[in-house]
């Protein structure tokens, strides 16, 4: 503390040029200010400024290091204020994409209720499947599913996606329930068209990598989904789709004990610098909302 007022007086004596003068600012006497200034060349071994009872005559060292304490001090200033709400409220306007079945039920309802809360934030929301390019097309955030491709943009983990095989009950009556990752081969596995494989991980560390197939497979997640809860066959599935429909218990889950590795949930920006207040208050509320223990099998999250 006693370091950041002695730079803070020795700038204000710089730019202001007399003690008297940065003392009226600071609310003290000269001799305090005078005070500072010796502590600060005594603890840097070196002359900054020449002074007269008429004026103050910066040194060539302290010309130079008057340059890098106003650069440090603004850059406190923008970093407190960057964090501080301080009554301030978020207001303006964003433009965030993401991917269609993930943002109708867990972005969009997020969106919707953060607005009711800020009313002088408007958005525009835009779901699509498509790799939107945030730069070019002037949005502040992607949110986006699975590993990210380096590139020249910042993202902010909010939450991980789990994946796991899950049929109807239906359909295990009539079929079976696979019991390890090679069974899936006697089954009915509905795919992602020009999906290759499902990638397991046992508890001990062992991958198996199986290519299943099946009489159905489509390009679309949600017709995956719908086709599971038919009874139609197995699905690899992203907890977020079905969380719902397994604490109801419309699906099962299968091969438990075997999981594919965790996908990241990430905000992604064009760069991370001087976020505006009202895009780092919406990270928060989709970070606090996804860490929830429920969540993903509450009614309301797939609403």
């Known amino acids: 503390m006693d370091q950041l007022k002695q730079i803070e007086s020795f700038v204000s004596v710089a730019t202001r040029g007399s003690l008297s003068a940065a003392a009226r600012e600071a609310g003290v006497t000269p001799a305090v200010i005078g005070r500072r200034l010796d502590a600060l060349e005594s603890r840097l071994g070196v002359k900054l400024a020449l002074r007269t009872t008429r004026r103050i005559t910066l040194t060539f060292e302290g010309s130079a290091f008057l340059e890098d304490c106003q650069r440090i001090l603004n850059d406190l200033a923008n970093a407190e204020a960057s964090v501080s709400l301080g009554g301030i409220k978020p ?13 109708r039920r867990h972005v969009a309802p997020l969106v919707m209720r953060y607005l009711q809360d800020n009313p002088e934030v408007t958005c525009t929301l835009e779901l699509s499947d498509r790799m939107v ?119 099962v889950p299968v091969l438990e004990k075997w999981a594919a590795a965790p996908l990241g949930i990430y905000a992604v920006f064009p760069q991370r610098r001087h976020l505006a207040l009202r895009m780092r208050l919406l990270l928060d509320h989709f970070r606090a909302t996804y860490s929830e223990p429920d969540y993903w099998g509450r009614p309301e999250a797939g609403a």
């Open 133 to 251: 390019d945030l730069v070019n097309e002037g949005f502040d955030c992607a949110i986006r599913i699975g590993e990210l491709p380096d590139s020249s943009l910042v993202s902010v983990r909010l939450a991980e996606n789990r994946r796991m095989v899950v049929a109807s009950r239906d359909y295990l009556e009539r079929h079976g329930t696979p019991q390890k990752p090679e069974d899936l081969l006697a089954h009915n596995c509905l795919c992602l068209a020009q999906q290759r494989g499902w990638q397991f991980t046992g508890e001990d560390g062992t991958q198996r990598l199986v290519r299943v197939s099946g009489n159905l497979e489509c390009n679309d997640g949600a017709v995956l989904h719908d086709w599971t809860l038919a009874g139609l066959g197995l699905a690899w599935r992203s907890l977020w789709e079905v969380g719902e429909d397994l604490r109801s218990g419309r699906l």
């Open 91 to 103: 207001s303006g306007h964003l433009r965030l994409t993401a991917p269609a079945g993930f943002g």
